[in-house]
């Protein structure tokens, strides 16, 4: 392999970036995770409660419903506003150190 | 009600003409664009971000969603919308996990992510297993759907329909490869959004634009119900004689409430599991990401097609309860027990025939749309990872892999017909399931490990794809889905629905002790160079 190439797999900076991609995407998805899985099992586990009446018909069930999809984009949001300013930041800079 | 549903109708004839006249326009253009193997099955890598977007909602929208979520809300109500939210949480994790990766290491296929640092063809040859059994399953669903559907809503016969579908996607696919497929779906998911769309503004209108209003007239609409009632026997004391009457009576609250679907916690989590993580293996939705050409363009498509199809799913209810209130689920049963006619039925109280022409032909070319998708991942793994990898060594010429692509564009074509043939009158709905428990227990683990872990090695991923394929194969078979509906034993043998809670993990473990038995040094060696391709997209394709 090339020295250069080597030097930056082995540099700080490489390894905090490449740490910083997985424990944002870990909490995200264990984000994610308690968001739907969350769901289902107060579906599962008390339907009573997603069946209290919040207005003349509607039940509780049905903002909770579109607020899971709603959530679930604002964290992809969160995943690729981070990586389109932080990490392509980094990514450009340690590419630039390869090249040169 | 009268309804002209079954019968072409010119308004329906003319939409379905306008839409196939511009798809194969678009194929002629794309053919003469398609020369190279990167052109045949990865668009020349010049799809933008916002066009991958809207080309993976079209290619993960099936009719099944539109039509099936619809009817399912129209006539179960609450049920349908946590169906819908299990469809789209996979694409967050899609994105946390192995989106960029993906786009960074691989070429043409997810084979190519799962081979890159392992011996070439033992894991092509699992990858290809695992690949093609996802495709069919998902195909044979979605051929069996649509000679139902457009039998139900043309009126033409059933073997013709799924002729007709099968002669057209193969056209798109033949000649225009992956460039006339992205622009396929393009095309059907603006015309499926805006159809839907102008679907749900119609039904609030009737509602002063208050869906508070229309739950309330939800649980106010007829619907027709059998109640046995239970009398003293006059002939004979002591015995009662059951009545069966049919009564009309109100929907009432329960639509608006959680009902049938989820009851287990531990069944509903392994449906959700194959739902959410099902996506990240499915071969057609991730062979999308190489059409963009870098992993930003692939960050921004998952975003892209995340809000539409969360959109999608998020107004699709409103259509659905629309139908029980203007349609009434008496008429939609008698339609289609299964109710998937709800929003065409819709469409033609509202807009009348020409609007039902319309959202007919739209159905349609999302039938098209998706066995389109199908049919080139389904041809890749023949020609990419089975023939060019397997076969050749990879030392296929450019003329080569293009003319193998076609023929086993030919070959996945006339199979796929043939299958919906031999399927007809089955009940399929088990294989949408089926092909999302392959899909998460062979292609997802084994993908994941060849990204995140330096031990991975071939054994762990050969045992690791066979395992999950052929564990959530006879999983489902002795299943209630198939043991108790399909072949009607009174028990089943395995308890859960859906088995990916069982088969995802034994395929991660399998995958794991056998990389740990066996000790692969030059893979090892090799994660270290695959991390500057995976974080940076040095060498990237």
Redesign the interface.
């Known amino acids: 392999m090339h020295k250069s190439a080597h030097d930056l797999l082995e540099s700080a900076d490489f390894k905090n970036l490449v740490r910083k991609r997985w424990t944002l995407s870990i909490v995200l998805t264990l984000a994610l995770f308690v968001l739907y899985y969350g769901y289902i099992l107060l579906i599962a586990l008390d339907k009573p409660y997603m069946a209290t009446k919040i207005g003349e018909a509607t039940t509780l069930g049905i903002p909770v419903g579109v607020a899971v999809i709603v959530v679930s984009w604002v964290l992809t949001a969160v995943y690729v506003a981070w990586a389109n300013t932080s990490y392509d930041r980094e990514v450009a800079k340690l590419r630039d150190r390869v090249k040169s | 009600m009268q309804t002209s549903l079954g019968t072409p109708t010119a308004s329906a004839i003319a939409f379905f003409v306008v839409i196939v006249g511009i798809t194969l326009a678009i194929t002629y253009w794309a053919a003469r664009r398609t020369r190279s193997a990167k052109e045949f099955y990865a668009a020349g890598r010049s799809v933008s971000g916002l066009q991958n977007g809207l080309a993976l909602a079209g290619d993960y929208m099936s009719a099944a969603s539109f039509l099936g979520i619809a009817g399912l809300v129209a006539m179960k109500g609450?049920d349908g919308?946590?169906y819908?939210?299990?469809w789209?949480?996979g694409?967050?994790?899609l994105?946390?996990?192995i989106a960029?990766p993906l786009r960074n290491l691989g070429k043409y296929t997810f084979a190519d992510v799962v081979a890159f640092r392992l011996s070439q063809r033992p894991v092509r040859i699992a990858s290809a297993i695992g690949g093609i059994l996802t495709v069919l399953f998902y195909t044979i669903a979605q051929m069996v759907g649509s000679g139902n559907l457009i039998k139900l809503m043309f009126g033409i016969s059933y073997e013709w329909a799924v002729v007709i579908v099968g002669a057209v996607m193969m056209a798109y696919v033949l000649f225009g490869g992956m460039i006339a497929t992205t622009w396929v779906q393009i095309i059907k998911a603006v015309l499926l959004l805006t159809g839907v769309t102008i679907l749900t503004i119609m039904v609030l209108a009737k509602f002063n634009f208050s869906?508070?209003e229309l739950?309330?007239q939800?649980?106010l609409a007829q619907q027709t119900v059998e109640v046995t009632t239970q009398a003293p026997d006059p002939a004979n004391p002591g015995a009662t004689i059951e009545t069966k009457q049919k009564v009309q009576q109100p929907i009432g609250?329960g639509a608006?409430?959680?009902g049938g679907l989820?009851?287990?916690?531990v069944d509903?989590?392994s449906l959700?599991l194959a739902l959410?993580l099902g996506l990240l293996g499915l071969p057609h939705i991730l062979m999308r990401f190489y059409t963009v050409p870098d992993a930003?363009a692939a960050?921004?498509s998952?975003?892209y097609a995340?809000?539409f199809i969360?959109y999608f799913?998020?107004i699709i209810p409103i259509v659905g309860f629309g139908a029980s209130v203007l349609v009434g689920r008496d008429l939609i049963a008698k339609i289609d027990k299964g109710g998937n006619m709800a929003a065409p039925l819709l469409a033609e109280v509202l807009g009348g025939t020409p609007f039902l022409g319309f959202i007919a032909a739209v159905a349609f070319a999302t039938i098209l749309a998706v066995v389109a998708g199908l049919t080139l991942a389904g041809a890749s793994a023949l020609s990419h990872d089975i023939y060019t990898h397997v076969v050749k060594h990879g030392q296929a010429t450019e003329q080569e892999q293009v003319t193998v692509a076609r023929r086993a564009t030919v070959v996945f074509g006339i199979a796929a017909v043939l299958l919906g043939v031999v399927f007809k009158g089955q009940n399929v709905a088990f294989m949408v399931g089926l092909a999302f428990a392959i899909a998460c227990s062979a292609n997802f683990p084994s993908l994941l490990l060849s990204i995140?872990w330096k031990r991975f090695t071939t054994a762990g991923a050969v045992w690791s794809i066979l395992t999950g394929a052929f564990l959530s194969v006879f999983l489902i078979v002795i299943s209630p889905t198939v043991w108790v509906d399909i072949f009607k034993y009174p028990t089943a043998l395995f308890g859960l629905k859906n088995p990916a809670i069982v088969s995802m993990t034994v395929s991660f473990a399998v995958g794991i002790l056998a990389s740990l038995a066996s000790r692969e040094e030059r893979a090892e060696a090799m994660f270290?160079?695959e991390?500057?391709r995976t974080?940076?997209?040095?060498g990237a394709e």
């Open positions: 609450y919308m946590i819908a939210t299990g789209l949480v694409w967050p994790a994105m946390f996990l960029e869906p508070g739950y309330k939800v649980t609250q608006l409430e959680p989820v009851t287990s916690p509903a989590v959700g959410m930003k960050r921004k998952v975003l995340t809000g969360g799913y998020i995140i270290e160079d991390k500057l974080y940076l997209g040095i």
